[in-house]
């Protein structure tokens, strides 16, 4: 299904170009990167990796916050393969001195929603929807993915995991000391409001080597689902808590 008639089965407004963009306000002081669609494009986010389809898009609704101008649409299903067949539509920004380098510590906050028709899919099936990439595509990177309709943070095993609702956006908060030392690596996670027990509170390693990471944000599913439809709302990336709360 086109981004136009998926819009349309979910009741979605898209803004397909910047014509009409909203302006976006100058950084917060901390605020080191505001990827949340404000702009009603795609323009904050300087690299896209899709199946060459239409499905990722800024949409004027849903919106995770009163304020927010838009938020970012992605839809992945049979047909947007890349190379490994695996269904992807994710935005990212290359590694640079913003994130995520040994010894960093950065704050992120981000919301997600999965609409009502989010189909059922097994336990053996994965949707990852923010992972930390390796600059050199070494495995194991920090990443949050779907199993089935349980969410887990994931790095060298499962270090915390979540049911998600659909039909309902869902909020995350995380401070991140990003280190490949296990002594030094840690991750402090809020979700909905409430702090959760990461890694049950102990350290581990947030990058798989010391050549750094870089975010991407979107869908990347296993090969064969269905068609299935996400949105990310307010990602920022900043030096303090108060930097990427929404102004």
């Given at each position: 299904?086109g981004l136009?008639?998926?819009?349309?089965a979910?009741?979605?407004?898209i803004?397909a170009g910047?014509a009409?963009?909203?302006?976006t306000s100058?950084?917060?002081p901390?605020?080191l990167?505001a990827?949340?669609?404000?702009s009603c494009?795609?323009?904050q986010?300087?690299?896209?990796?899709?199946?060459?389809r239409?499905?990722?898009?800024?949409?004027?609704?849903?919106?995770a916050?009163a304020g927010s101008a838009?938020?970012g649409?992605?839809?992945?299903?049979?047909?947007?393969g890349?190379?490994?067949t695996?269904p992807r539509?994710?935005l990212?920004r290359?590694?640079d001195?913003?994130?995520c380098?040994?010894?960093?510590?950065r704050?992120?906050?981000w919301s997600v929603?999965?609409?009502?028709d989010?189909?059922y899919?097994p336990p053996?099936f994965f949707?990852t929807i923010l992972?930390f990439?390796?600059?050199?595509?070494?495995p194991?990177q920090?990443?949050?993915?779907?199993?089935?309709e349980?969410?887990?943070?994931?790095?060298g095993?499962?270090r915390w995991s979540?049911?998600?609702?659909?039909g309902?956006w869902?909020?995350?908060v995380?401070?991140?000391?990003f280190?490949r030392?296990?002594?030094?690596?840690?991750?402090r996670l809020?979700?909905?409001?409430?702090?959760q027990?990461?890694?049950?509170g102990r350290r581990?390693?947030t990058?798989?080597?010391?050549?750094?990471a870089y975010?991407?944000?979107?869908?990347?599913?296993?090969?064969?689902?269905p068609?299935a439809?996400l949105h990310?709302?307010?990602?920022?990336?900043?030096?303090?808590?108060?930097s990427?709360?929404?102004?």
């Amino acid at each position: 299904m086109g981004l136009a008639l998926a819009a349309l089965a979910l009741g979605l407004s898209i803004d397909a170009g910047s014509a009409s963009a909203q302006p976006t306000s100058p950084l917060a002081p901390g605020l080191l990167f505001a990827g949340d669609f404000d702009s009603c494009d795609l323009s904050q986010w300087p690299q896209r990796q899709d199946g060459g389809r239409d499905d990722i898009a800024a949409v004027r609704s849903p919106l995770a916050q009163a304020g927010s101008a838009c938020s970012g649409y992605f839809s992945t299903g049979r047909g947007d393969g890349i190379g490994d067949t695996a269904p992807r539509n994710e935005l990212y920004r290359p590694r640079d001195a913003i994130c995520c380098n040994e010894g960093d510590v950065r704050w992120l906050r981000w919301s997600v929603r999965l609409e009502r028709d989010w189909p059922y899919a097994p336990p053996r099936f994965f949707s990852t929807i923010l992972q930390f990439k390796s600059t050199d595509a070494s495995p194991g990177q920090m990443s949050f993915i779907l199993f089935g309709e349980r969410l887990t943070l994931r790095r060298g095993g499962d270090r915390w995991s979540v049911r998600m609702t659909r039909g309902r956006w869902h909020d995350f908060v995380m401070r991140v000391r990003f280190s490949r030392r296990r002594d030094r690596g840690s991750v402090r996670l809020w979700y909905d409001g409430r702090r959760q027990a990461v890694n049950r509170g102990r350290r581990f390693a947030t990058l798989a080597n010391g050549n750094g990471a870089y975010v991407k944000l979107g869908l990347y599913r296993s090969a064969g689902l269905p068609r299935a439809t996400l949105h990310h709302d307010d990602f920022r990336i900043g030096t303090t808590h108060a930097s990427v709360e929404p102004g």
